[in-house]
């Protein structure tokens, strides 16, 4: 299936799944099965058990039996709070009394504070100075205080670093740690408790954490299972590293709406784990996205931000091929303020 846009990368080469997963006894990596229990049993009662819709009219457009696992209503509106809470709440009493420190273009620190003000810590935040305003008022809003930073300039890996080194602060990275994995891959669990066996998960890439722990849940539990990664079109740094079999690295930072998937390479731990367990990744483009929400909006009646609707645009566009007959959806999540949000419907709206 073609790729629309101005871009058509090379797609991977794919190994059908079920033969990379069972022609041996099954794999051991960094996160298993049981990590990702564990989690759920500390996230018990903490987070929150997310919805799975299930429409029939969106049935009826795409032609399979499809499960929304809608991470927008998650607490902090995004599925970030998962693993946040299950890497901070494993620190020391003396971690958690010297703070915490994380980077993220906005779900991500909004999970860390949440987290941190939960566990009785602090929190400092290193964001991008053009998040949006809503992303940065929610941070601030749960008690962290934020440092921001010029995405396109500066590295937010190294300052976040440099910032945790110089205050004594544990980091807390995004993505790039088995707890915060783990704890991501919590979702799945739960959507796949709601609906039985699956024949796919969609589900967004940014660094690769959510992508990762869910395909570690649902391919143990389910070992057919497809699992799918969507990326946008203009941030297709996994998409890239897995045609390529290594990581790749983008020559900018991503320009895309979907805002929490502008990494320009895929993490070294989660690829390891993706690369090892996602089916395939797909690429949608800007409008596709922009169509996504807008159906969401007017058809399912929920809000969703662009990154958390990659998953449903790839099926409306029919980037997934072959269709699934059961097919689970990751909404990621719901961040999106309502200026911004009238903003980009007004750039989607239909000719």
């Known amino acids: 299936m073609g790729v629309s846009g101005p871009r058509q990368p090379e797609r991977p080469i794919r190994i059908p799944a079920e033969e990379h997963r069972m022609s041996s006894s099954p794999p051991t990596g ?97 964001m991008p100075e053009d998040s949006p305003q809503s992303k940065l008022d929610a941070t601030a809003a749960y008690g962290a205080e934020i440092v921001t930073y010029d995405r396109y300039t500066q590295d937010r890996v190294e300052l976040g670093e440099q910032l945790a080194e110089e205050r004594g602060l544990t980091l807390v990275p995004p993505y790039e740690s088995p ?46 299972i497809r699992v799918i990664g969507i990326e946008p079109e203009a941030g297709d740094d996994t998409h890239r590293s897995l045609a390529a079999g290594r990581r790749v690295e983008l020559d900018a930072v991503p320009r895309t709406i979907a805002d929490g998937q502008g990494a320009v390479t895929p993490g070294e731990l989660t690829f390891s784990v993706n690369q090892r367990l996602l089916d395939s990744v797909e690429l949608v483009s800007e409008k596709e996205i922009l169509a996504a ?14 990154s958390g609707a990659t998953g449903l645009a790839a099926l409306l566009a029919g980037r997934v091929d ?30």
Request: proline content about 5%; glycine content about 10%; some cysteine.
């Open 30 to 126: 960094p996160v298993t099965l049981q990590d990702v229990r564990e989690a759920a049993a500390r996230l018990e009662g903490v987070a929150h058990r997310t919805p799975v819709l299930h429409s029939r009219t969106l049935d009826r457009l795409v032609g399979a039996e499809t499960y929304l696992k809608c991470e927008n209503f998650q607490r902090i509106g995004a599925f970030k709070f998962r693993g946040a809470y299950n890497a901070i709440v494993r620190l020391s009493p003396e971690q958690l009394s010297r703070g915490v420190a994380a980077y993220s273009s906005g779900n991500h620190a909004q999970a860390v504070a949440l987290a941190a003000r939960e566990l009785g810590s602090k929190a400092v935040i290193v």
């Open 179 to 224: 707890h915060i994995i783990a704890g991501q891959g919590t979702a799945a669990l739960e959507l796949l408790d709601k609906t039985g066996e699956l024949d796919a998960i969609l589900v967004p890439v940014g660094g690769g954490g959510l992508a990762a722990g869910t395909s570690v849940a649902a391919t143990a539990l389910h070992p057919r």
């Open 293 to 306: 929400m807008r159906f969401a909006f007017e058809r399912l009646k929920i809000v969703v931000e662009p």
């Open 322 to 351: 072959p269709l699934p007959s059961r097919v689970g959806v990751v909404i990621s999540g719901g961040n999106v303020g309502m200026h911004r949000f009238m903003e980009l419907m007004e750039a989607g709206e239909p000719a």
